[in-house]
Antibody
Framework: QVQLQESGPGLVKPSETLSLTCSVS????????WNWIRQPPGEGLDWIGY???????NYNPSLKSRVTISVDTSKNQFSLKLSSVTAADTAVYYC????????????WGQGTLVTVSS | DIQMTQSPSTLSASVGDRVTITCRAS??????LAWYQQKPGKAPELLIY??SSLESGVPSRFSGSGSGTEFTLTISLQPDDFATYYC?????????FGQGTKVEIK
């Protein structure tokens, strides 16, 4: 059974860079697309972007100038960096795997709350 | 971006009721629509994809239909089904979600 686990600081100061890592266990990171999705408190879901195990990426245009997603296949991990954060970036951040035959998300991490505050 | 609008925002119902949630897309998304269930403090779980295909392990009391711009999720409610439901389009980037429909106990 594939499991995903997010890790990283729960508090980030305004204008700094948010950094999170998603560790994948129970399966290989190879041959899948790996995503970041966020959910502001009490709100809906926003897709941030994905990385393929080979390293190709696609980002939501609304965040593209501030987002970098990278992968480390040797560690079965992928990461998110979001620069120049503001309070509007406060959210629960989820990592998720793309289902093999559809652009939907079949495995999710439990999510990690990141608060942007000084 | 394709806007996804769900209705109602909140739905009050009883165990055994058959309820329907609607999701409308701002432009045609063919059948590229998924439904997720989210419980408080938990990650969303995939229920249905390609508008009507049931994800493995999901009970058959959940069903989806629709194409183009209008889609529905129908549930014959059991106690475990009180949660928030989201639709997601994957016809074109960026993938977008509806704002959610909370199903409450009446």
């Amino acid at each position: 059974q594939v499991q995903l686990q997010e890790s990283g600081p729960g508090l980030v100061k305004p204008s700094e860079t948010l950094s999170l890592t998603c560790s994948v266990s129970g399966g290989s990171i190879s041959s899948y697309h790996w995503n970041w999705i966020r959910q502001p408190p009490g709100e809906g879901l926003d897709w941030i972007g994905y990385i393929y195990y080979s390293g190709s990426t696609n980002y939501n245009p609304s965040l593209k100038s501030r987002v970098t997603i990278s992968v480390d296949t040797s560690k079965n991990q992928f990461s998110l960096k979001l620069s120049s954060v503001t309070a509007a970036d406060t959210a629960v951040y989820y990592c998720a795997r793309r289902k093999s035959d559809s652009w939907v998300f079949d495995y999710w991490g439990q999510g990690t709350l990141v608060t942007v505050s000084s | 971006d394709i806007q996804m609008t769900q209705s109602p925002s909140t739905l009050s119902a009883s165990v055994g009721d058959r309820v329907t949630i609607t999701c409308r897309a701002s432009q045609s998304i063919n059948s590229w629509l998924a439904w997720y269930q989210q419980k408080p403090g938990k990650a969303p779980e995939l229920l249905i994809y390609r508008a009507s295909s049931l994800e493995s392990g999901v009970p058959s009391r959940f069903s989806g239909s629709g194409s183009g711009t209008e889609f529905t999720l129908t549930i014959s409610l059991q106690p475990d089904d009180f949660a928030t439901y989201y639709c997601q389009q994957y016809n074109s980037y960026p993938w977008t979600f509806g704002q959610g429909t909370k199903v409450e106990i009446k």
